[in-house]
């Protein structure tokens, strides 16, 4: 009876044993193979690994306290100093001091350049804001570069003044900060400082083009210098979309001055 007892025991407890046995056998390779994680680190959201948690820098396989300077917070970041320096401050060899806001000046929103801005109206030379000095006929912009202003309609810069646009004969005020800052009327186009009367070749008519030739030929005939030649069609074509050349006729192709079958 005692026999029977334990053959039952040791056939339950048998395969009780075997599992833990085999569990513990593929349990223990994976913890011995897998990476310890160090004091202050946690592991990685996404992936493999582990990262130090914020204030802390990784120094070979330890996180070692970021010692940071007075008006400094802790940034996330892998790489760097692990710090960035408060609003009104810059990073300076290793510490961070404060912006000097010049007079008429503001402090900027970037990290980068210089940590300030100068107000409407004054403009950045080297470490002060100086007023923008306005000519005569003139109008400030806001911009943070040129001069900071420009001349109102009719005048044109000429260095640090703005000069009334002599509007020649047959010419009108044009809306460009470049160039004469006239244009000539529909008809005439400029040779040096007057609108002359463009002169138009038999057989053309007056182009729409502020540049270019201010004259087109009629379709059928095509610009040689100053006139305008007619198109010679050779047989078994026809005038092409330009109305200056000719294409051959289908199943005709181009050979020189003709038309031949392919």
Not at 200 to 222: E, H, I, M, Q
């Amino acid at each position: 009876m005692e026999k029977l007892r334990g053959l039952r025991a040791f056939s339950v407890g048998f395969p009780i044993c075997l599992a833990v046995l085999l569990t513990a056998a593929f349990v223990v390779p994976a913890q011995s193979g897998s990476e310890a994680i160090p004091e202050y680190a946690r592991a990685k959201q996404y992936g493999g690994g582990w990262e130090c948690k914020l204030g802390y820098l990784r120094v070979e396989q330890a996180c070692v306290a970021i010692k940071m300077p007075l008006n400094a917070y802790s940034v996330d970041s892998t790489y760097g100093t692990g710090w960035e320096c408060s609003y009104g401050y810059r990073a300076k060899d290793g510490r961070c001091v404060a912006i000097k806001v010049p007079l008429n000046g503001y402090l900027g929103d970037s990290i980068y350049g210089t940590g300030w801005e100068c107000k409407r109206g004054y403009r950045a030379v080297d470490d002060a804001c100086v007023a923008v000095k306005v000519p005569t006929n003139g109008y400030l912009v806001d911009a943070a570069y040129g001069t900071g202003w420009k001349c109102k309609r009719g005048y044109q810069a000429v260095k640090d003044a703005c000069i009334a646009v002599k509007v020649p004969k047959n010419g009108y005020l044009a809306d460009t900060a470049y160039g004469t800052g006239w244009e000539c009327e529909r008809g005439y186009h400029a040779v040096e400082d007057a609108c002359v009367a463009v002169k138009l070749p038999s057989n053309s008519y007056l182009a729409d083009s502020v540049t270019g030739s201010a004259w087109k030929c009629n379709r059928g005939f095509r610009a040689v210098k100053d006139a305008c030649v007619q198109v010679k069609v050779p047989r078994n074509a026809h005038l092409d979309y330009s109305g200056n050349d000719w294409d051959c006729n289908r199943p005709y192709q181009r050979k020189e001055d003709g038309c031949v079958l392919r």
